[in-house]
Each structure stands twice: as C-alpha cells, then as structure tokens.
C-alpha cells in the first residue's frame, strides 16, 4: 500500500511537472517570436523611405528636351537614348506603384503585430497551450521571420536613398548610371515586398493558431 502511494505520488509530481514544463514551453516560444515579431518592426521602420522630388517626373522632362535638341544622339543610327528614357520613365511607374503596396504592406503588418500581441495575451490567460507539432511550426515560422528581417535590414540605404543621390545628376552624361539605378531601386522594392507580404502571412498563420475559440 506503502509502494502503490509512492508511486501515485511520483506519477502525480512528474504530470504536473510535465505540464509546468509544457507552460514554461509556450510562453517561452511564443516570447521568443513576439521578441522576433518587434525587432522586425523596428527595421521596417528604419526602411529608407520615398521623398517626393525624387519622384517627379521634372528631371526626366528636362532629359527628354536635351535629348530632342541634340541630334548626334538621336540620329536614326544610335536610337538608344529614347529608349533608355523611355525605359526610365517606364522603371519610374514601376516604383511608384510598389511604394503604394510597401506602404500597406508596411501598415499591415504593423495591425498584425498589434493583433498578434493581444491574440498572445488572450491566449495566455486562457491556459490553452500548444502542442508539440504547433511549438515545431512556431520555431520554423520564427527562424522564417529572422531570415526576413536581415534581408529586409540588407535593403536600407538600397532604395530612395540611391534616387536621393541622383539629385542634380540628371544629365544626358549620366543616362546610364540613371537608368541602371532606377533598375536597382526597383529590384530592391520587389525584394521588400515580397518579404513584407510573406511576413504578413506568417503573423497571420500564428494568430490563427493561438486564436482562442470562441465559446
């Protein structure tokens, strides 16, 4: 009788260890990506953003009358300028159009954060806990969102800090420097977005794992 007690009370300590460990597990893993999910913000944050004269269409016009003006350019042998501008004006429109998503990429991801921060607190306060195949998914999600986080970090000074830097240069001389910049801009731009898309989802995917169900 002696034995059997011990033993109940050795199985009754190792449960209720089991489910502190299990609690400690998910507080920890669910701290560790919200930790995650704010550093993140803090670098969209400091994403080089669009300056308004960087973007008008003046210095591209003024490019377009020199072009016009000098025939040893525009002769019917050497057709490129027209079209480099043309490629620029095109490239321009590109970016436009991506800065408008970026900044409700941006928006968004920063509503997620603030629903995925109480989503947790409900969570926590509800002593629900994940299971062993969620805690998995939340480790691969959050080793996802640190990789997204250094690429986006690898962008900065990458985008409308290199059309700040054309301020002043937009001369037939420098026709290519600005049409190859305006491609790295663009390219740069497609790289935050897909990223800032893909780091919406994944907030997304953790909020509807720890949602609480409603009673």
């Known amino acids: 009788m002696k034995n059997y007690q011990k033993l109940l009370v050795i199985t009754t300590v190792l449960f209720l ?3 502190a460990l299990t609690g400690c597990s998910n507080r920890d893993a669910l701290g560790l990506f919200e930790q995650t999910v704010v550093q993140n913000i803090e670098i969209t944050n400091t994403l080089d ?7 008008a269409d003046s210095s591209i016009d003024s490019i377009t009358l020199l072009s016009l003006v000098s025939f040893s350019l525009i002769d019917s042998e050497n057709p490129t300028v027209a079209e480099k501008i043309a490629a620029i004006r095109s490239a321009r429109e590109d970016i436009r159009t991506l800065h408008q ?4 990429d941006r928006q968004g991801f920063r509503i997620s954060v603030a629903d995925l921060r109480e989503t947790i607190v409900l969570f926590r306060e509800s002593g629900l806990s994940l299971n062993d195949e969620q805690l998995a998914q939340l480790q691969v999600l959050r080793a996802e969102l640190i990789a997204i986080g250094d690429t986006l970090r690898g962008t900065i000074g990458q985008a409308f800090a290199k059309m700040r ?3 002043g240069h937009y001369t037939l001389s420098n026709i290519d420097l600005i049409l190859s910049t305006h491609q790295e801009v663009l390219a740069v731009l497609q790289t935050r977005q897909v990223n800032l898309e893909r780091a919406n989802a994944i907030l997304d995917e953790v909020i509807g794992m720890i949602t609480v169900p409603a009673v």
């Open 17 to 19: 260890f089991g489910i």
């Open 165 to 167: 830097d054309l301020r």
């Open 49 to 55: 953003d669009v300056e308004a004269q960087d973007m």
């Open 101 to 104: 998503a970026i900044v409700i």
